[in-house]
């Protein structure tokens, strides 16, 4: 594909050469392999920045795979797509014209061209493909880098009318006129502007950074995880610069979980007041679906345990000091505490009879084994006891009333 | 000191109270009756030399292959279900309450009906015990009878016929279904279960024209939103899609609001009825939007229900499944691994080519893991397989670990599912792992594994054999044959074969191939008993040879003679390489008359080679006079019958 790729530039770049007017020229092819090096700068106008050269490269390779995926974009993703594409087809075309300001119009003019044969001739292009690699003799990278830059290095100044003519032709073709006029004019001067040696190293960079798009052909289980990561997402290849590409996918893997809404319900609508005289069978069901489908064996003997529990079939274990506690449980402690509002006037309010029944109840406060109803009954006891022998008592002179 | 002390500690509850302002008193918590079990039991691991805990009472019961657990398992089931059974048909029997406190459960459950007379309570108890045709029965007479049923007791009995399709319900406490499946785990479980649940839903009665609960319905003077959502429900439950449809229709002309269920039914209805992708999806729409102006909340089955119909959108599916996500977080919905399980089939179709989706299965994995799901919605418990076969599709090792790991938080193992769908799951992880990782990782899992959760099938052990030979740790062959044959997998022909082929194939270290010797021997015996006396495999000429050049390469000379002899009575016919091999054995101890038998072996099966090993022995033995004139003998027959 790398190869097939620079035999393209090659093939531009020879031709352009043939031509003589190289100060007409240069520019422009320059700006074809930025285009097709690093569509990078196209990014203001196209939404997915990388999308353009997929299309180019693979389309050299393996057209037929690319021609699915184009199919499947949008319309606005196309036509922003094809503008930078310049097919090797197509320069074959304009071979025989001789200036380079026409080779330059045609070639921009033959991208109109190519919007429609990215759709519709693709894949009659296919077996001219066989034929390609033996028309040009390959040149080293280097040297043709070398004498890239050396071209690039003549150039100086404003741009020429010619070319911005040129521009304004290409732009023509294109949906938002204006706007890619002066994009592409801008793109131009930019060029100008950058110097020499800066290119040089660019072209350089680029070419470094470039990583080789390859479709997966439905063959992507073979790839093993730790290889090298061929983009097979459709972008052809990712601008993987050491922590950009890690903050894209940081990027791209938050992206469908906060994905935007339907907005279909008002988020405060909090009806749901349901009317309900307990659950239903369908409830019933429900829940005893969700029991079938999962696993409720227990895993261990407290698991188990926890089972029965829950039936019923076990007694249920202590998880604190009032386990079994289910008649006192809504018994306040103080009336177990404080039994003086027992000892009401059927005792004698002083005398060793109260100094008795006072250490009874001291005692029957300590007394945890007793319920209130217990107790109450067994302070009764007394009460009975001493009334029965109250004249024992009175006789002893031990009841005082 | 002590007065002091107490000053000091005044001052500085005076400093801090200054600080602190006021004091929060704790509120206090209440525990609920398992908590201490359950910490208990958050302190037991699982023990990977131990078999299910359900076969522990009994160590003769321990299963050690696959169709014993499902034997095992399936007959404890079964026990329970007859006795239960038992109780509850002779319900006379069991009127001894020993139990004290009353235990409810342990005693036999009332399943005649008491009340004789005809009564609304007599409805409501034939409603409970949920017999659909007695109830529909008193409710005639209570209406000839002219009695009024009150609406509530009305919309139960609806919702009674509706859930049964107006059949009586089946016998409970049936034993599982699914069980019947064979161990093949490598098919699609999902299409599997659909295909089981369709045909069942063929055997259940469709929806029938004018049957008891339209009837029913029909004689309502005011239906309210709880007839129709039974009516509704029970139409879609049962096929009836578009009568759904049409009864919602009346249900709106009625100046009422459906409830959620309602839509629920409808949304799982909606793809049913329209047959363009699109036009489904716009049917959603326009359910959920009436959901809206009807403001009813949606809950998480809404969102299960549309995901669920979203997976028969194809392409529509793909680009509104995340959209309904965040528009059912937006109303503080949190997605079960329902949900994700359905994302993950809206984007990965069984079968179909995964370009560019893997991250799909990475997006969902970094919302799930490190979470802890309870039970919602009853394909909670698919998500695990789904996301293994995707894993296992995608050859993504990474996030099957991240699946399983996220299988060990919490209570996730409950939706794991059944022992079945628990089978597919360590299958399909396990023969990732076998193509992914290393020999020394996957043995890891595998003790790990097998056989205290999973019982691996012949193709599984298959995918370790190779894994075995990849690493070039054939070394451990007779470990994996002692497995192999506990895993009952020692009478399958294919696997047996493999073993031995991959045993002859090297030489190894003396010990190595000691141990191979007494491995291959016992293979031999298994071809010999087979399995309950009944020989299941049948020698063939690779198997036989293999065995002998095992034997012979840990100079088990006479074993290896023993099997040589198998290969006439069987009817095989040994290749020539491996009779020059034991030639070249016997030579080493010198037998001659081993040596001669050999050659008249090799003569006896009409071998194109005989001459040669003739030649070989005249050469390289040293023949007695009588030895010499046999051979010659020998060559002479052979050329003859050449």
Known sequence: MYRRLLININQVRNRLIHTHNTRLTLPSTKCKERESFAPVTWAPCTARPLGTSSISFSENKESSTSLSEDKGKTPEETELETEPVVKPEDRKQVETTKSGKESLLELLGAMKVEVTTVRKIRPSKTPRMSERPDQEPMESTHSMFQRAAAEGSQQHGTLNPALVAAVSAAASTLPNRHQAESELLKQLRKHEAIPDTQRRADIGHIISDMKVGKRPNGRSNVRPTSQIRFDDDGKGYTQDRGITSELDGVRRRKSPFTSKRLNLFAAAAEQDALSDLGPTLWDIDLVNQIVQATNQMPRNGFEEMIQWTKEGRLWQYPINNEAGLEEEASVPFHEHVFLEKHLDESFPQQGPVRHFMELVITGLAKNHHLTVQQKKEHIDWFRDYFRQKEDVLKEAEAYLN | MASSCSQALRHHVCKS????????????????????????????????????????????????????????????????????????????????????????????????????????????????????????????????????????????????????????????????????????????????????????????????????????????????????????????????????????????????????????????????????????????????????????????????????????????????????????????????????????????????????????????????????????????????????????????????????????????????????????????????????????????????????????????????LQVLDTDNRLDLIPQIWKDLKQLGHGNRQTLVEELLTLMAREKQNQEVQETFAECALDIKKMYDTGDRGKVMMSWTAGSLSDLVSVLLAAQRRQDAWEILKLFKTHNRVPSEELLDKFLTCIKESGDVNQALELVQISAGFCLPGTPKLIQRVQQEFLLSEQQKSMLSDLEIQTFNSD
């Open chain 2, 17 to 464: 109270s200054r600080i602190l302002q006021e004091i929060v008193i704790p509120k206090k918590k209440t525990w609920s009756k398992e908590a201490v079990l359950q910490a208990l039991a958050s302190t037991v691991n699982r023990d990977p030399t131990a078999s299910d805990y359900r076969f522990q009472d009994d160590p003769y019961l321990t299963p050690k292959t696959s169709s014993e657990f499902k034997l095992f398992s399936l007959s404890q089931e079964s026990g329970r279900n007859a006795a239960k059974y038992f109780i509850s048909t002779y319900p006379k029997y069991f009127q001894k309450d020993y139990a004290q406190p009353h235990i409810p459960c342990l005693m036999p459950e009332t399943l005649e009906a008491q009340i004789e007379e005809v009564s609304e309570a007599a409805l409501i108890e034939r409603i409970q015990m949920r017999k659909v045709k007695a109830a529909v029965d008193l409710y005639d007479q209570l209406q000839q009878a002219g009695t009024p049923v009150s609406l509530d007791v009305t919309n139960q009995l609806l919702d009674l016929i509706c859930f049964y399709g107006d059949c009586d319900p089946a016998q409970e406490n049936v034993p599982e279904q699914r069980n019947e499946e064979t161990e093949d785990v490598q098919d699609e479980p999902q299409t599997k279960k659909g295909r089981a649940s369709k045909a069942s839903d063929k055997l259940k009665a469709a929806w029938k024209e004018n049957n008891n609960a339209e009837r029913i319905f029909a004689l309502l003077s005011e239906p309210n939103t709880h007839s129709y959502s039974a009516l509704i429900r029970g139409m879609v439950k049962y096929g009836a899609y578009s009568k759904a449809f049409s009864t919602y229709t009346d249900l709106l002309n009625n100046q009422l609001k459906a409830d959620v269920s309602t839509f629920n039914a409808l949304i799982t209805a909606a793809p049913e009825v329209k047959e363009k992708y699109n036009e489904k999806w716009e049917l959603i729409v326009d359910l959920l939007k009436q959901m809206a102006e009807q403001k009813v909340k949606p809950n998480l089955l809404t969102l299960n229900a549309v995901l669920k119909a979203l997976r028969r959108c194809g392409t529509v599916g793909k680009s509104q499944a995340f959209p309904v996500i965040s528009e059912m977080r937006a109303l503080s919905i949190d997605p079960s691994l329902a949900s994700y399980n359905h994302l993950l089939s809206i984007f990965y179709k069984p079968g179909a080519p995964f370009q560019g989706q893997t991250d799909i299965l990475q997006e969902v994995m970094n919302e799930v893991s490190g979470k802890s799901f309870t039970p919602q919605d009853p394909d909670d418990a698919q998500f695990f397989i789904t996301a293994v076969r995707i894993c296992l599709d995608t050859k993504d090792i990474e996030q099957a670990y991240r699946v399983h790991e996220l299988l060990g938080v919490g209570e996730n193992w409950r939706l794991l599912g059944n022992d079945f769908q628990q089978n597919i799951y360590h299958a399909r992880f396990f023969s990732l792992l076998c193509m992914m990782e290393n020999i020394d990782v996957v043995l890891k899992w595998y003790r790990d594994l097998v056989p205290s959760v999973y019982y691996p099938s012949s193709n599984v052990m298959r995918d370790l």
